[in-house]
Structures are given as C-alpha cells and as structure tokens.
C-alpha cells in the first residue's frame, strides 16, 4: 500500500515569491492535514481538509492556504514568502479524522527561502 | 488539547527494554494517548495509541496508569533503528478533532 506523497522534497524560494506543495493521501484516506516543523517551534498544526472543505485550522497569518481536491489530493500554498516560512512541511492523512485514527504522514517536502 | 510532559532525552543500550514516560495530569475522559515517533530525515510515524486499558502491537506496548494521569511506551528491545524523538500526544475522540499537538519529545538514543 502506497504511503502518504509529497512533492518536491526540496525547494528553494526567495522572499516575495509564492509556493505551492502538494500532497497525495493514502488511497481511501478522506482527511489531510497540513503541519509546519522547525528548529524553534517544532511541529505545528497549520490546517485540516476533509472532503473538500477546511475543518481545521491553526494559528498561522493568512498568506498560508490550502485545498483540497475531490480524489483527497491537497495543496498547501504559501504567499508572500518570508525569511521564517523556511521549514519542512509535512502532511499527514486519515481515514475520515476521528480523533482516535492515526495519522499518517509523508516524509515531507523541505522549503528554503532565501 | 491538554497537555503532556516527557523527559527531553533517554538512552538505552541495543537489546535492552526502554520505558518512555510521559506524564498527562490534566487528561480528560474523552483523550486517547497517542505516540509518534520520528525518525532522523523522516516525517512523525505512528506508533501506537490507547484510552484506559494496555495495549500492544507489532512495534511497542502502551501501559496507562489506572488513573489515566500518566502512560508509559514500551519498547521490548530497542535496535539502534529505534533511535528517534518520541511524542506523547493527547487527542479528543470527539469526532471531527483531528489535529495532533506535538511537544518537544524525548529524543531516544541506542547504543551498542
């Protein structure tokens, strides 16, 4: 069984630009979430998708949004890019988000801004 | 989400049991005990969760405290693979809360 995809692994951007990752859940999986990692604030909830809608969402500015498509894919963009939005984006899907299902997650896709 | 506590690093020799603490006082009725684990250049991975009772699994056990204050991961023999930062997580089990919320871990490190 295929696991959770991400793309690209690695990117490099510079300040002002725009970024957009993607995401593939397991199949049959209906809930994505989206989580920022770095050094000085660890791993942190930015936002859930199930079924096409934003469940969820975490205490980030505006400039980072997402969405998610009818077979679950999901895309998280980042806008106006800024020094400290380098970090390693990971995305984690479930089966339908119950607060009891595992979480499963893609080894992530690394972002640098220079 | 209430909040848990683990030592910031352990270590373990190869072979040997390893006892993850993690101590969750303000636990709710409702929170399940969750543990991730995430390996060097890798994203978190499930390990194992639980409500009251023990349980295990092909990777772990998971003990909880009768009074559901404090749980213990257990590693029957640790590999040097097992060396990661582990993550206690509590989650609501009511229905759309999906989110986890990691802490700082315990980074575990296995010698030989």
């Known amino acids: 069984k295929a696991g959770v995809t991400q793309t690209p692994r690695y990117l490099i951007k510079t300040r002002g630009q725009q970024v957009t990752l993607s995401c593939s859940p397991i199949s049959g999986h209906r809930s994505v979430s989206w989580y920022q990692q770095t050094p000085g604030q660890g791993l942190q909830f930015l936002f859930e998708?199930?079924?096409?809608?934003?469940?969820n969402k975490g205490n980030f500015p505006g400039r980072f949004s997402g969405r998610q498509f009818s077979n679950s894919r999901s895309e998280m963009n980042v806008s106006t890019l800024e020094l400290g939005d380098s970090a390693l984006y990971l995305c984690a899907s479930s089966l339908g988000g119950i607060g009891n299902q595992p979480q499963h997650f893609g080894d992530g896709t690394r972002l640098s801004i220079l | 989400d209430a909040k848990t506590t683990q030592p910031n690093s352990m270590e373990s020799n190869e072979e040997e049991p390893v006892h993850l603490p993690c101590n969750h006082s303000t636990i709710s009725g409702t929170d399940y005990i969750h543990w991730y684990r995430q390996l060097p250049s890798q994203g978190p991975e499930y390990v194992i969760h639980?409500?009251?009772s023990n349980v295990n699994n092909r990777m772990a056990s998971l003990a909880i405290a009768e009074d559901r204050k404090s749980s213990t991961l257990i590693l029957h023999r640790a590999t040097l693979r097992d060396a990661a930062v582990y993550y206690c997580?509590?989650?609501?089990?009511?229905?759309?809360?999906?989110?986890?919320?990691f802490g700082t871990g315990t980074r575990l490190q296995v010698t030989l």
């Open positions: 998708y199930f079924s096409e809608t934003q469940r």
């Open positions: 997580i509590l989650r609501e089990n009511t229905g759309t809360a999906s989110k986890l919320t």
């Open positions: 639980g409500l009251t």
